[in-house]
């Protein structure tokens, strides 16, 4: 039998000879068979928990002891339509997230600056530096919560020795979520450092020798080289922290529970007691549908500010 080059090309569509054209394929292809059954595995542990979720977000449901009743977007309107709870842990959240990474950006990159030059004890440094990462956050949450303890925290004695007045710090609303933001900033401000640290050890020297040359002072270095140059590094750094600070719940729960009242209820807080304090499963569903948009809007503005596309 004789085979044309578009036969050969094509493989055989029948008959004996058609066995050859499906190994041939099968050769072709056969990277996708042994990573098939991971992307399959990792779909449907990702895919059913988030199609279950937008199902049950159309119900009201309170338990297994009663059907579920359809209510179409009607938990969305009850969230939108004035529920103080939504728009006090929105609040909170939003204040809890801004402040925090901007000080954790702030002073990581600073510190990623002061760790790419040569100094004496510099390993000792970045080591002692990143241990809180290192750290189990629902452990140092416990450590946190002794050392804000108004009557034999350490905050405390630092207080008396400067002669500030006594602070309930966890039990004061004006002042639990400060005291959460200096926990937050405390442990995840080296994750900034390593990743900026890590852009500019990429960053060609040659660059600053030529800006030296031309008289430009260290600010001018910093705002006009390395801050554009390394910009993509902070931003990635800030996303990342940015969804983790927002989806907050073990660090909050184990040193506040929210409170005192609802001043330190965040929206994961607030899903939480909705779905398993309340039963409102349905309703907790659809405000996890809105906490993902949330985080889905952060992101694409930190990307238009690193400049790619989302």
């Given at each position: 039998m004789t085979w044309t080059e578009a036969e050969i090309r094509e493989g055989p569509?029948?008959?004996?000879?058609?066995?050859?054209?499906?190994?041939?394929?099968?050769?072709?292809?056969?990277?996708?068979?042994?990573?098939?059954?991971?992307?399959?595995?990792?779909?449907?542990?990702?895919a059913?928990?988030?199609?279950?979720?937008?199902?049950?977000?159309?119900f009201r449901w309170s338990g297994a002891a009663t059907p579920p009743t359809w209510v179409g977007p009607g938990n969305y309107a009850d969230i939108f339509a004035g529920d103080a709870g939504f728009?006090?842990?929105?609040?909170?959240?939003?204040?809890?997230?801004?402040?925090?990474?901007?000080?954790?950006?702030?002073?990581?990159?600073?510190?990623?600056?002061?760790?790419?030059?040569e100094f004496i004890g510099k390993g000792i440094a970045r080591t002692l530096l990143i241990l809180p990462v290192a750290g189990t956050p629902v452990a140092l949450a416990l450590v946190w919560r002794h050392m804000?303890?108004?009557?034999n925290g350490i905050f405390t004695w630092f207080a008396e020795i400067l002669h500030l007045p006594p602070q309930r710090w966890l039990a004061d609303a004006t002042t639990?979520?400060?005291?959460?933001?200096?926990?937050?900033?405390?442990?995840?401000?080296?994750?900034?450092?390593?990743?900026?640290?890590?852009?500019?050890?990429?960053?060609?020297?040659?660059i600053y020798?030529?800006?030296?040359?031309?008289?430009?002072?260290?600010?001018?270095?910093f705002w006009r080289i390395t801050l554009p140059l390394v910009r993509p590094a902070i931003v990635a750094a800030a996303?990342?922290?940015?969804?983790?600070?927002?989806?907050?719940?073990?660090?909050?729960?184990?040193?506040?529970?929210?409170?005192?009242?609802?001043?330190?209820?965040?929206?994961n807080l607030y899903v939480f007691?909705?779905?398993?304090?309340?039963?409102h499963f349905g309703y907790a569903s659809a405000l996890l549908i809105v906490l993902f948009f949330i985080i889905l809007a952060g992101n694409v503005v930190l990307v238009s500010l690193r400049g790619g596309r989302a």
């Open positions: 569509k029948e008959g004996p000879a058609a066995g050859i054209g499906l190994s041939r394929w099968v050769d072709q292809h056969i990277s996708w068979f042994f990573i098939l059954p991971a992307v399959l595995f990792l779909t449907a542990v990702v059913f928990p988030v199609v279950y979720t937008i199902g049950l977000s159309l728009q006090n842990a929105l609040f909170v959240t939003a204040y809890f997230t801004g402040v925090s990474v901007l000080i954790e950006v702030t002073l990581g990159v600073g510190l990623a600056q002061l760790l790419n030059r804000y303890n108004p009557s639990v979520i400060p005291s959460l933001i200096l926990f937050d900033v405390w442990q995840w401000t080296p994750l900034i450092m390593l990743i900026t640290l890590a852009g500019l050890v990429s960053l060609p020297s040659d020798e030529a800006a030296q040359i031309d008289g430009a002072s260290p600010w001018q270095a996303m990342l922290r940015f969804m983790d600070s927002v989806k907050t719940f073990d660090q909050i729960y184990v040193t506040t529970q929210g409170g005192p009242g609802i001043a330190s209820q965040t929206l007691d909705q779905a398993f304090q309340y039963l």
